[in-house]
């Protein structure tokens, strides 16, 4: 403000900085940055003097040593006799499971939940508001442990599981689904199905063209979903349907063949997509009314019909409201899923930071390596995002 | 709970640098109170009873400790850790002694820099499961699901186990005792592992504990005792002399009730020096020489805890089998303190 003044001031050495503007703040961001670094040094002295005290050095040789661990959900190759590192990628898969499952649940639930809570129907709309309130509310933690008590306590043991034609089966040990495996045919299916997507896609551009030449509107969806799904199916069938079945059966204590999806599984992505939907809800909310009335309104002038009005006008606009807060739910569901280790579900924290960490004592390390992990983690969901925003944001006229 | 191991890892960075090689034995005095470090609760080994007092076999070992330097075995304060976060937490120096159902095993000794100071319970793994499942031996368990709690021998044991015996399983890694009786009781898992002593704790509190069997087999060994952090010699000394003194009473016959008339007759050298009469042990150890006298005053001997917590006549109800004085055919056999 009293620039000049300032300047005025005849300078006396050091003070004189202070009192310039500029000067000043640089002094205080360069002590800033200084506090900030000495507590970190501080720090990192002291678990260094600790560590050497306790004659433990840091090193990473371990994660080279059989965990000799089992885990009860592995996507890759795994046993015993396998390397901690491979241990903690069994981790790091687990977790991505959740958080994929979880993410993909949350934004569908979430959706449409937010769209329901703008509608008129006053029952509905006070129903979702309820749901948001109560869910959001209540800590994560025990919607985990409240939807693993359910699973677990609830659904039948394996001798009574209950069934869906005798392929599905529900227990407390898990979802047991039949598992494909694909004979030489089944690959002219897919072929078909990537030929079909690659359709769709040409299809859509023909149709735009269209539009935009004579104004006639082709049905698009019906077209593509014949050509991604409709076409496949047809083949399939010809071909003599080439897939083999494994079905789960039981066999001794629990059922043998086809996939399970364990309870800890199922408690943690429910539990999860529950607890985010409820905030992604509201981010709709949120971002549809941030749409001007007036936009609505405008499109019904030019004749658009309300779902029109929604897909083409509403919701583009929106989406550049919704998607930045979607990407930190995206970020917390992701960093939850680390909760997993309450039920036992052998997640990243669970192998690495958990049994890994605790067998061979290595804290400090297994802990920095947690954090690169999910740091990583999270980066990648960010940059992801934002890339989607700025596509979305290019619309923008 | 799960994140208290992490949280105590970011407290160990923090911690400022006086934990690790400081004098315990005058901490301890100083602080005129014993934190010493048991389970989150197991019945008769350490478990709060309704009025939210520590019980138990390893509490009375910590209290046992408490009268020798502070001269009242009620000066506990007793810290609650998981199989996990246990040996974080006497590390970071939440705890001066570790009594924890513990087996003492080299990595933790050598790796994890702990000082183990011999064996108060002689233990060996084992497996529960449901008499309705009509399964006699360990050798049927093919294809079950295991509840196990993770970061313990036990998880690394049974890894071995049903590779060796070509067996294929489900494990369901839990954190707690008392998680496992619920995953167990609702029939997530078709048997419980862990230390044989353990189970026969876990199923006293079963509302049918005649339904669920202990299998025969037993498949490891599990010698469970106390530790302290590694580097304070002194410290180490005190907390293992006083376990001698608690095994060496029974092998002489010294017991709550009769210890203050021995001391003041000792039929024997033996007790004698245990009980201070004679020499100057206790003050070897930083201590005075009326130590052991109020160990067994406050605590008894061995067989008294045993019987009190978990003998043939409690409801956990175990043997002395191994645990049995040498002269009774057992393995308990303390140096002796002269
Ligand atoms: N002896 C084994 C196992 C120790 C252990 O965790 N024991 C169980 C049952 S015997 C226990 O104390 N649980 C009590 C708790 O959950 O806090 C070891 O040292 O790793």
């Given amino acids: ?397 | 709970m799960k994140l208290k191991s992490i949280l105590v890892a970011g407290a160990a960075m923090a911690m400022s640098a006086t934990i690790a090689n400081a004098a315990t034995l005058d901490d301890v005095k100083a602080r005129g109170e014993l934190n010493c470090i048991v389970t989150t609760g197991l019945v008769g080994f350490a478990y709060t009873d309704e009025s939210g007092k520590w019980n138990g076999f390893d509490v009375d070992f910590c209290r046992g400790v408490a009268a020798a330097v502070l001269g009242d075995g009620m000066k506990v304060k007793f810290v609650p850790t998981t199989g996990k976060t246990r040996f974080t937490a006497l590390n970071a120096g939440e705890g001066d002694v570790l009594y924890r159902n513990t087996t003492v095993t080299m990595s933790r000794d050598a790796d994890l820099k702990l000082t183990f100071l011999g064996v108060n319970y002689y233990d060996g793994q084992g497996f529960m499961v449901s008499k309705d499942l009509g399964v006699t031996s360990a050798k049927e368990l093919d294809g079950a699901s295991v509840c196990i709690q993770t970061g313990t021998t036990t998880e690394l044991n049974l890894a071995d186990y049903f590779r060796a015996t070509g067996m294929s399983y489900e494990p369901v890694p839990i954190e707690t005792n008392e998680e496992a009786r619920t995953n167990y009781l609702a029939g997530r898992c078709d048997v419980y592992t862990t230390d044989a002593s353990g189970l026969a704790a876990s199923r006293a509190t079963f509302d049918d504990p005649k339904n669920h069997i202990i299998l025969p087999e037993i498949i490891s060994k599990e010698p469970l005792g106390p530790a302290v952090r590694q580097g304070d010699d002194d410290w180490a000394d005190v907390n293992r002399w006083v376990l001698n003194a608690i095994i060496e009473a029974e092998e002489f016959g010294i017991t709550s009730a009769n210890v203050d008339e021995m001391a003041a007759n000792p039929p024997n050298p033996s007790i004698a020096r245990i009980l201070g009469v004679e020499g100057n042990y206790g003050e070897m150890i930083g201590l005075d020489n009326e130590w052991a006298k109020r160990v067994i005053k406050a605590v008894g001997n061995y067989g008294e805890i045993f019987d009190r917590n978990i003998g043939p006549n409690t409801e956990i109800g175990l043997e002395r089998g191994l645990n049995a004085q040498w002269k009774d055919g057992g393995i308990l056999y303390s140096a002796p303190i002269r």
Avoid at chain 1, 10 to 31: C, D, H, K, T
Avoid at chain 1, 81 to 96: E, I, K, Y
Avoid at chain 1, 290 to 310: D, F, I, K, S
Wanted: glycine share 6%.
């Fill in chain 1, 1 to 397: 403000m009293s620039a000049v003044a300032e300047s005025d001031r005849p300078s006396a050495g050091l003070l004189s900085l202070w009192y310039n503007r500029e000067a000043r703040q640089v002094i205080i961001q360069i002590f800033t940055i200084a506090v900030v670094f000495a507590a970190l040094f501080y720090l990192a002295r002291n678990a260094a003097i600790n560590l050497e005290r306790i004659g433990k050095d840091l090193g990473f040789a371990f994660l080279l040593e059989p965990s000799s661990y089992d885990i009860n959900q592995t996507f890759i190759e795994y046993s015993s006799r396998s390397s901690h590192l491979r241990a903690a990628v069994v981790g790091v898969l687990n977790t991505f499971a959740v958080a994929i499952c979880g993410v993909f649940l949350a934004t569908v639930v979430g959706f449409v939940l937010g769209v329901l809570r703008l509608s008129k129907n006053l029952l509905m709309n006070k129903m979702v508001y309820c749901y948001v309130e109560v869910v959001r509310n209540v800590p994560v933690l025990l919607w985990i442990l409240l939807m693993h008590g359910f699973v677990v306590h609830t659904l039948p043991h394996p001798k009574q599981a209950g069934d869906i034609a005798e392929t599905f089966f529900f227990s407390n040990r898990g979802i047991n689904m039949p598992s494909p495996t694909f004979e030489p045919l089944f690959w002219a299916c897919a072929l078909v199905f990537v030929a079909g997507i690659v359709g769709a896609v040409f299809y859509k551009r023909h149709a735009k063209k269209v539009q935009d030449e004579t104004g006639k509107i082709l049905p698009v969806l019906w077209v593509s979903l014949g050509l991604v799904i409709g076409a496949p199916v047809v083949v399939f069938l010809f071909t003599g349907m080439p897939i083999e079945w494994s079905i789960p059966a039981l066999k001794g204590f629990n059922f043998q063949g086809g996939v399970t999806v364990k309870p800890e599984l199922m408690a943690l992505t429910l539990a999860l997509a529950l607890y985010t939907s409820a905030f992604i809800a509201e981010n709709v909310r949120a971002g549809i009314l941030a749409v001007n009335y007036g936009q609505t309104e405008a499109a019904h002038a030019l004749g658009l019909r309300n779902n029109r009005t929604l897909q083409l006008v509403i919701i583009p606009q929106a989406m550049r409201v919704i998607v930045p807060p979607l990407t930190s739910q995206y970020l917390n569901l992701t960093k939850n899923s680390s909760l997993a280790i309450a039920i036992g579900y052998m997640d990243v924290t669970a192998t690495l930071g958990g049994i890994t960490l605790n067998q061979t004592g290595r804290e400090m390390e297994c802990m920095l390596l947690l954090m690169a992990i999910y740091l990583s983690i999270s980066l990648a969901i960010s940059s992801f995002m934002n890339w989607y925003n700025k596509r979305i944001k290019l619309i923008e006229r």
